[in-house]
């Protein structure tokens, strides 16, 4: 069974930066996986932020956070990581990570469309920016 275990978050400054890990368990070594990053604000709709695949260069960023934050992986150890530059107060959400065993998406597809699609999501971290 797939699972994802997050940590990472909390308060930071406008300007300041975060790192979020997301670490999967019970994905074989062999089996190729989409790990997307996605985020829920107070009062909006849950939206794709990054991506990542595991055995190619696929990646696909939210235009919103393009050029701040960039998501990285250890494939060794199954993890992803989100690190998030210049944070905005805007970016202040619930941050999730999420993938699909059914297959694995494209990472465009994962952060424009999958957030009602991906089955197994983990359990969620806050990330305030605040001053």
């Known amino acids: 069974q797939v699972q994802l275990v997050q940590s990472g978050g909390g308060l930071v400054q406008p300007g300041g930066s975060l790192r979020l890990s997301c670490a999967a368990s019970g994905f074989t070594p062999n089996d190729d996986y989409t790990i997307g990053w996605f985020r829920q604000a107070p009062g909006k709709e849950r939206e794709g932020v990054a991506c990542i695949r595991r055995f190619d260069s696929d990646t696909y960023y939210a235009d919103s956070v393009k050029g701040r934050f960039t998501v990285s992986r250890d494939n060794a150890n199954q993890s992803v990581f989100l690190h998030m530059n210049s944070l905005k107060p805007e970016d202040t959400a619930v941050y999730y990570c999420?993938?699909?065993?059914?297959?694995?998406?494209?990472?465009?597809?994962?952060?424009?469309?999958?957030?009602?699609?991906?089955?197994?999501w983990g359990q969620g971290t806050l990330v305030t920016v605040s001053s």
């Open positions: 999420a993938t699909d065993v059914r297959e694995p998406l494209v990472c465009r597809a994962m952060v424009t469309w999958a957030a009602g699609y991906v089955e197994v």
